[in-house]
């Protein structure tokens, strides 16, 4: 299904020999900005002071950040467009 990450691969081409597979990516060689290829509407966060949501993040302004209801932990759930790698 997905050749590299651990799924089926595809069959050979015909002729018998198979086809070049991409390598894969290097990690930590570059830093990639994530927020274009965010599902923004199905992200959440379940602990959030209401005067400091999750939306701040992507406003632009450094100032402005997020911050919990209750405590210093948040819970937050990001959906991507597309399958990313974080690490």
Known sequence: M??????????????GAAAAEPAPAKDGDNLINLC?????????????NK?????NLFIGDSRLGMQSDADEQLIIHLTFQEFVKVS
């Not at 997905?2 to 050979?12: E, K, V």
């Not at 274009?36 to 959030?48: F, S």
Request: hydrophobic share 35%; proline share 12%.
């Open 2 to 15: 997905f050749p590299g990450l651990g799924g089926a691969t595809q069959p050979a081409a015909a002729g």
């Open 36 to 48: 274009d290829i965010l599902d923004k509407p199905m992200c959440y966060a379940r602990n959030e």
């Open 51 to 55: 005067s400091y949501p999750l939306g």
